[in-house]
């Protein structure tokens, strides 16, 4: 991979108010659906213990062949996907602040993290994904055909007790049918 294709920006380019809005908000994704949406649930998809992107394994300081948990969920308001989320934590953190993550099953990771005052958490990052990105073919399978050209993601580190939990949210079109 180029670094282009590795990049992540701290600010956004070409983007629409509407989307704007939802990619720039630092609160709770999950929160923020909820409150647009009477029928919210999360469908885990994949759960785990691999290795992590490229571009992941910079962040989160993991060598290419180390362990993480990887876990992947849709956001779902009533039977539309709106968000793709991706988490990595690394398998030694496992056994210390994040611990719980691996039993979350259909909870959101939103709860846990925004309602522990301790957790602290990093500037977002965003990216437009197109096709050839992994995170955009993996999204992009709850989504009906014709496929978007582009979808946006965000990413942060969540850190608890020193150690990182990196979490990518990517967009999916029907997010711009809830009211931002």
Same mark, same amino acid.
């Given at each position: 991979?180029?670094?282009?294709?590795?990049?992540?920006?701290?600010?956004?380019?070409?983007?629409?108010?509407? *989307?704007?809005?939802?990619?720039?908000?630092?609160?709770?994704?999950?929160?923020?659906?909820? *409150?647009?949406?009477?029928?919210?649930?999360?469908?885990?998809?994949?759960?785990?213990?691999?290795?992590?992107?490229?571009? /992941?394994?910079?962040?989160?300081?993991?060598?290419?062949? /180390?362990?993480?948990?990887?876990?992947?969920?849709?956001?779902?308001?009533?039977?539309?996907?709106?968000?793709?989320?991706?988490?990595?934590?690394?398998?030694?953190?496992?056994?210390?602040?994040?611990?719980?993550?691996?039993?979350?099953?259909?909870?959101?990771?939103?709860?846990?993290?925004?309602?522990?005052?301790?957790?602290?958490?990093?500037?977002?990052?965003?990216?437009?994904?197109?096709?050839?990105?992994?995170?955009?073919?993996?999204?992009?399978?709850?989504?009906?055909?014709?496929?978007?050209?582009?979808?946006?993601?965000?990413?942060?580190?969540?850190?608890?007790?020193?150690?990182?939990?990196?979490?990518? *949210?990517?967009?999916?079109?029907?997010?711009?049918?809830?009211?931002?």
């Amino acid at each position: 991979m180029t670094a282009q294709q590795l990049a992540w920006y701290s600010a956004l380019t070409s983007v629409s108010p509407r *989307e704007r809005r939802w990619l720039q908000d630092s609160g709770s994704l999950t929160r923020r659906i909820q *409150e647009r949406c009477d029928n919210f649930r999360v469908q885990p998809v994949f759960q785990s213990l691999t290795t992590a992107h490229q571009d /992941e394994c910079a962040i989160m300081r993991l060598q290419p062949d /180390e362990l993480a948990m990887i876990r992947e969920v849709y956001l779902f308001c009533h039977q539309t996907p709106v968000v793709f989320a991706h988490s990595v934590v690394a398998r030694k953190d496992l056994r210390g602040a994040w611990r719980g993550l691996s039993g979350l099953g259909n909870k959101s990771l939103g709860t846990v993290l925004f309602t522990n005052p301790k957790i602290k958490r990093t500037p977002l990052q965003f990216k437009k994904l197109n096709a050839s990105h992994v995170l955009f073919k993996r999204a992009s399978r709850k989504l009906a055909a014709p496929f978007p050209a582009q979808l946006w993601a965000r990413r942060s580190l969540f850190t608890l007790h020193g150690q990182s939990i990196l979490v990518t *949210e990517v967009f999916l079109p029907a997010i711009l049918d809830l009211a931002s």
